[in-house]
């Protein structure tokens, strides 16, 4: 199977090529202006040396004489051999060359552009001659009276140019390769970092990864919420989104900056680690794990997961008050057989009379708090749950007294709520009043009317503290040193559904009382 490159080494051989790419375009860029500079220095250079030729009052003195090459041929040699051209020729206006590095084209007409020369100015051009091609000038030698009486030309050729470009070589190519390796050096520093950042994957692999991933962390069934380090939210699933109640384009936004339920955006601004905390959020209760993340020893941010037991906390709240309510049955059937045992004892022993006392008055005080009950609420889950907190509160020592004010006729609202605010309240002010002392009374007052349901109920334990009335209802709350203190959270998300009220006095007795509105 062929290896594919990884994205580092595709990067680093893309950054070789472009950056071979540059150094030779720039290389081959210095070259063309180094050429184009020593052409430039060479035209000043004959144009100097030939206007310096023509200005000598030898020259034209010689080109008025019979035989000027006799006098001009070594002058121009020697001319141009000190000044390092490759030619110095002086002709007369005619092209007819007087003097040339080779004697045999003298006397021969000068091959080139004489025109603006002859016309009192100078020529500066590249033309391929009998040397070659060449470099060369072209000025005008005048005589006493300003006529143009002669010419001379002085130039270099492109070979020898050539040659004073390639001594320069070394150095433009120690330049080039300086450059090269330095280049490349940053290129794999860079790649060798990519490698490192993404594990050496190419991309295929990463979009795979990718692809596979986000597939899986969007359809999973719990909430995810992936905070980095500085604070910001790098991912929400689908079920995050859900529960916390957030749109789509959450990601790169701080955790402050999103309208998160107070107690999540608490964990998540704590970045704390949390195993299997309740949260409320909204009108659901969450259970939040929270852990650091952290990869070959460096932190990299929090992974908040959360999952949804509203649900499974109604139904173990509704388990709870049925398994109390069944401990308190167990209870009175076990002081019912007390009872039947004492009567038959009586009637063995010749008291028929104290026998039939004692049942009577044990069966009318149980069917005088049947009757209170069934009369008043004639919901018959409300009134089961109210008798079985009457059980429940006799056995732990607690009169539970239904007021007589008590009306609740039909189902003005849904049953489950109803147990919901009763039960939790009731439990509340039992656990409220449980180790204090006599008397310990717990009072339930339910009314209905076509607008709203109210419910109160009053204890005699040591009352809330009005600062912490609020944590009581919203953040789960508890006094106990055990549990999570769910149950006024619980009541506080039935009202918040409604559209309802609560409020808590504290003075004196304390007393909870509910409006929850009829829909």
């Not at 009586?346 to 009379?353: H, I, N, Q, S, T």
């Amino acid at each position: 199977m062929t290896r594919r490159w990884s994205i580092a080494g595709q990067l680093f051989a893309l950054q070789v090529l472009v950056v071979t790419l540059l150094v030779a375009g720039g290389t081959a860029g210095a070259v063309l202006l180094a050429r184009d500079d020593a052409r430039d220095a060479a035209a000043e250079e004959v144009t100097s040396v030939a206007q310096t030729v023509a200005r000598a009052p030898f020259v034209a003195e010689a080109l008025a004489s019979p035989d000027p090459t006799r006098r001009l041929q070594p002058y121009a040699e020697s001319t141009r051999t000190a000044t390092g051209t490759d030619f110095v020729v002086v002709m007369a206006p005619d092209r007819t060359r007087f003097t040339h590095p080779n004697r045999d084209l003298i006397g021969k007409p000068f091959i080139g552009t004489v025109d603006g020369a002859l016309a009192g100015g100078h020529v500066v051009e590249v033309y391929t001659g009998t040397l070659g091609e060449s470099v060369r000038a072209v000025v005008p030698v005048h005589g006493d009276g300003g006529a143009v009486v002669g010419l001379v030309s002085v130039g270099i050729t492109t070979e020898a140019i050539n040659r004073k470009l390639l001594r320069q070589a070394p150095a433009v190519g120690s330049a080039t390769v300086a450059a090269l390796a330095l280049a490349g050096v940053g290129a794999w520093l860079l790649s060798r970092r990519l490698r490192r950042q993404t594990h050496g994957l190419g991309p295929a692999e990463m979009t795979r990864m990718y692809e596979y991933y986000d597939a899986v962390l969007h359809s999973v069934r719990e909430g995810l919420v992936v905070v980095d380090r500085g604070g910001r939210v790098a991912l929400v699933n689908d079920e995050g989104r859900r529960l916390l109640g957030l749109p789509e384009g959450v990601a790169d936004r701080r955790v402050g900056e999103l309208d998160l339920p107070p107690a999540v955006g608490d964990l998540l601004a704590s970045g704390r680690p949390a195993a299997d905390e309740p949260l409320l959020a909204g009108d659901r209760v969450l259970v939040a794990n929270q852990q650091v993340t952290r990869f070959e020893g460096r932190p990299l941010g929090t992974v908040l997961t959360l999952r949804d037991h509203t649900e499974l906390r109604a139904l173990t709240g509704e388990l709870d008050s049925v398994r109390g309510l069944t401990e308190a049955l167990r209870a009175q059937a076990h002081e019912a057989a007390n009872r039947l045992h004492t009567v038959l004892t009586l009637v063995e022993l010749g008291r028929a009379d104290d026998a039939v006392r004692l049942a009577t008055e044990e069966l009318a005080l149980a069917q005088q708090l049947t009757d209170r009950v069934v009369g008043a609420v004639t919901e018959p889950a409300l009134a089961a749950l109210l008798l079985g907190k009457s059980a429940q509160a006799s056995e732990r020592g607690v009169e539970l007294v239904v007021d007589a004010e008590s009306r609740l006729d039909g189902e003005p609202l849904p049953a489950r709520d109803l147990l919901t605010v009763v039960g939790n309240l009731v439990d509340n002010a039992l656990e409220a009043v449980a180790g204090t002392e006599p008397p310990r009374r717990v009072t339930v007052l339910v009314q209905a009317t076509a607008e709203r349901v109210l419910v109160r109920v009053t204890d005699t334990g040591p009352g809330l503290p009005a600062e912490q009335v609020a944590d009581a209802f919203r953040r789960g709350w508890s006094t106990k040193r055990e549990g999570r203190g769910l149950g006024l959270a619980l009541v506080g998300q039935v009202v918040e559904r409604y559209g309802g009220g609560y409020e808590v006095s504290t003075s004196g007795p304390t007393v909870f009382t509910v409006r929850l509105p009829v829909p």
